[in-house]
């Protein structure tokens, strides 16, 4: 199991061996967590596990979700209230969390952070620009010391947080008053998000190279999967088989709700071309 930005490092190395042509059918698998494998156009793993981030409001302040960046920059106006310590959103603005989170809304402003060879940087064009800008408006009612305090969308100082799957037991376990919904982040020129996760790969060194891959099919297949991330509650299914399977409770659907956009069109990052 390798972290998505390694599968490329790996098979560049020469560590890793492609998915045996045959072994899946490439349309039972969500794009962007297959995409995730991908190095020179060859596929060198399978997505096991995907998480990316989406929007979760508090209903006692916002009751409806925006839909657009418009829409939540209003929003963000509209409930930011410093004298009751009330900040519109919580999102990271620094470190490697903010650096995994910023090609969100770089994606969002119809850009990327790289080109389709990972050889030009982009993210200093026009649809950066203008994801920086937009989070530059949003921070204007979301000072830090309201918005990053600890558990502050929990205990009703934020009215909207930027964030993962992984807050979801959280909420449930410790903020069991807490009445909060779950979104798509909202749509700037188009909808979109980012991708995290792991893949599975079959290292060259592999003595029994052919049973691996069965097993890592059968892991990454329909009821196998399901059930993996399922007993994680973290993460989000990697087969695109299953994605049914999400409204089947009702956190699934906030789950699948909030974060499909990014498995269908998440941005990916990788060490490697």
């Known amino acids: 199991m390798l972290d998505q930005p390694l599968v490329a490092k790996f098979a560049g190395d020469g560590s890793t061996i492609q998915v045996p042509d045959g072994l899946i059918n490439r349309s039972d698998l969500f794009t962007a967590p297959l995409n995730t494998n991908l190095y020179n156009g060859a596929l060198y793993g399978l997505p096991v596990d995907q998480v990316c981030v989406g929007l979760f409001y508090n209903k006692d302040l916002l009751p409806t979700p925006p839909t657009t960046w ?134 060259k060194a592999a003595k029994h190279q052919a049973l691996a891959w069965e097993w890592l099919k059968y892991l990454t297949g329909k009821d196998a999967n399901r059930q993996f991330n399922d007993s994680t509650l973290a993460t989000l299914h990697g087969s695109g088989s299953v994605a049914g399977g999400l409204n089947e409770h009702l956190e699934h659907q906030r789950r699948g709700i909030a974060h499909r956009c990014g498995l269908e069109g998440g941005w990916r990052i990788q060490f490697g071309p």
């Open 70 to 203: 418009a829409e939540m920059l209003a929003d963000a106006k509209a409930v930011y209230n410093p004298a009751k310590q009330i900040a519109a959103v919580s999102f990271p603005t620094s470190g490697g969390y903010a650096g995994w989170v910023f090609p969100a809304f770089v994606n969002q402003a119809g850009g990327s952070m790289l080109d389709e060879q990972n050889k030009k940087i982009l993210f200093a064009d026009a649809p950066g620009v203008a994801a920086l800008t937009y989070l530059k408006q949003l921070y204007a009612y979301s000072p830090s010391a309201i918005a990053n305090a600890t558990n502050s969308f929990a205990t009703g100082h934020v009215a909207m947080l930027v964030s993962g799957p992984w807050e979801i037991s959280d909420f449930k376990q410790n903020f069991p008053d807490l009445h909060w919904g779950a979104a798509l982040l909202p749509m700037g020129v188009r909808n979109g998000s980012n991708i995290g996760g792991e893949d599975l790969v079959v290292y």
